[in-house]
């Protein structure tokens, strides 16, 4: 009789230590009675209200990329270019004008983080004296500032290319960068 007593108690004891987890669904966001907006739809409002009929560099980006590598292989004396990365549409972001009286005249926000309390300024842009073009002041995550010079065709508003070029032992390496406008298109706000 101990003995089936013990067992019973041992066999309780060791039922009572596992407790399975139920696992809980999250709760659906409450619905709001009011029609709500994101940041890239503050964006577009703000555009479609302050722009005319003249193209601005003003408006919503999707960035691609490309690395190219020159310089010669180890074991040659010709001179070989290759591209090292390449990367198509991986960011979006918005050129916007900056405050009246600041040093520059428009900054690049990054639209990457959804529903975020605030959104990096990443890069800072400056017209050419000689129009055409801006020097174009892209800061990385990690402090380092990248100074590329972009060109800027009024007829072909749409796209903004960029050029960054750095030597390092005999290799030169060119960054490009290629803005291509999403929103307005055409000097279409809708």
Do not use: Q
């Not at 300024?121 to 590329?148: D, M, Q």
């Amino acid at each position: 009789m101990l003995t089936r007593l013990i067992c019973v108690f041992m066999f309780f004891a060791m039922t009572s230590c596992l407790y399975m987890v139920k696992p809980v669904k999250p709760a659906a966001p409450k619905k709001s009675i009011y029609d709500e907006v994101d940041l890239e739809g503050m964006i577009r409002r703000y555009i479609a209200k302050t722009h005319g009929n003249e193209p601005s560099i003003e408006g919503i980006y999707t960035v691609s990329g490309e690395v190219i590598r020159k310089g010669k292989s180890l074991l040659s004396s010709v001179e070989r270019e290759r591209t090292i990365e390449r990367k198509d549409n991986y960011a979006r972001v918005a050129i916007l004008k900056d405050w009246p009286g600041s040093n520059t005249e428009y900054v690049e926000i990054s639209l990457e983080e959804k529903n975020a309390p605030r959104y990096p300024i990443v890069a800072e842009l400056n017209e050419l004296a000689e129009g055409g073009g801006f020097i174009y002041k892209h800061f990385e995550p990690k402090g380092k500032v990248l100074t590329f010079t972009f060109l800027y065709d009024k007829n072909k508003p749409d796209i903004l290319d960029g050029v960054y070029t750095e030597t390092k032992n005999d290799v030169v390496i060119t960054y490009k960068l290629t803005y291509v406008k999403v929103y307005p298109k055409n000097n279409n706000y809708r």
